[in-house]
């Protein structure tokens, strides 16, 4: 008899503090923020270029760590100085003799 006493009012408490929790708290008119004013056209406009830079500088973040490359490539070396189209058309006729080579020790099953 006891068991079914304590667990009827276990039950019962437990329905009450539903109820007093559902019902939540109740709210003075003060405890809630001021309404401010609107935005002027040129607060929002200053305000989405500020977001649209954040924006930007995160994906870029982003796309850096994707890539592998190290704090957005602020740490990377200096390119060096650019081809001659000699140099270009040398390294050209050199890659091309290799995958030439490739092909062909391909082919005869090497």
Known sequence: MKKV?????????QLMAVN???AGEVEATDSKAAASTPATKAE?????AERKAAGAEA??????AENGDA???ADKAAPSAKATA???KAARAKRKAAGAEA????????
Do not use: D
């Open 20 to 22: 007093a929790f559902a």
């Open 44 to 48: 929002k406009q200053a305000a989405r």
């Open 103 to 110: 092909a062909k020790a391909e082919k005869n099953g090497q």
């Open 71 to 73: 704090a957005g490539g």
């Open 5 to 13: 006493i304590l667990s009827v009012g276990v039950a019962l408490v």
């Open 86 to 88: 000699a140099e270009k």
């Open 59 to 64: 994906a870029k973040a982003a796309k850096a």
